[in-house]
């Protein structure tokens, strides 16, 4: 008999958890009416549907790339704290995206934290492209590389000596040493005439010395006398 009871107080509860989920999940809670699955979407788009409860604490709009294999959403605008019955949820630039398919979802959050959730697939935003053209979307919107042409240098080759321009004729490089040969003995000469005549000049300077006190003792002696 316990057994019995057991069964039955485990199924009754099942029963009411079913029944409340049930509730929670029932359209007019979480409901997106546009934009409609397959819909092909340009510029602003209106997100219109139901975010409302008993229990409501705010509501939130996403989109993801469908497929969405990493379960990576991005949000629209900010969490909303306004109940709204069939009217506007927000606003959608999907000129800030590029094309492609997309998800696009509704949570509305309770205040035990549950939340609601209404989901679209299959929307297509073709903004830059044509709207039968499937492409693979991404969040933003790649810049086209240009690549800029350098300039490249130019090469000019030096002139190349010939034998006979690098390495003179033994004729001429004889000439050329005993010129500067000659030059070195003619300055060697000029310095060597020079020394001489000044050695010259001051001998000459001493001996008139020499004379002159020789002259001024004789007559200092004379005086003396």
């Known amino acids: 008999m316990r057994r019995v009871h057991t069964a039955m107080l485990i199924s009754s509860l099942l029963l009411c958890c079913c029944i409340f989920t049930a509730a929670a999940q029932a359209p007019g809670y979480a409901q997106l009416i546009s934009p409609e699955r397959d819909d092909v ?28 294999e990493t379960d990576t959403w ?9 109940e709204v019955q069939d009217g506007n949820l927000g606003v959608w630039d999907t000129t800030l995206i590029s094309d492609g398919n ?33 492409d693979t979307p ?11 042409p350098t ?18 004729p033994p004729a001429q490089t004889r000439v050329v040493q005993a010129f500067a040969f ?6 060697a000469a000029l310095v060597g005439t020079g020394l001489f005549l000044a050695a010259r000049r001051d001998m000459r300077s001493r001996r008139e010395q020499r ?13 003396q006398e």
């Open 74 to 82: 991005f949000p629209i605008g900010e969490r909303m704290t306004t």
């Open 182 to 187: 000659g030059a070195v003995l003619g300055g």
């Open 102 to 134: 997309y998800l696009l979802r509704l949570q509305v959050v309770l205040e035990d934290d549950a939340v609601l959730e209404a989901r679209i697939d299959g929307l297509q935003i073709r903004n830059y492209s044509d709207p039968d053209v499937m």
């Open 211 to 223: 004379k002159m006190r020789s002259l001024l003792r004789s007559s200092e002696d004379r005086i």
């Open 41 to 68: 979407l340009t510029g602003v788009v209106t997100i219109t549907g139901f975010a409302s409860h008993p229990s409501f604490l705010y509501y939130e709009l996403s989109f993801a790339v469908d497929p969405n």
């Open 151 to 168: 300039m490249q240098p130019t090469w000019t080759p030096m002139p190349q000596l010939t034998e006979s321009q690098s390495n003179p």
């Open 138 to 148: 991404s969040v933003m919107q790649p810049t086209a590389y240009v690549e800029t």
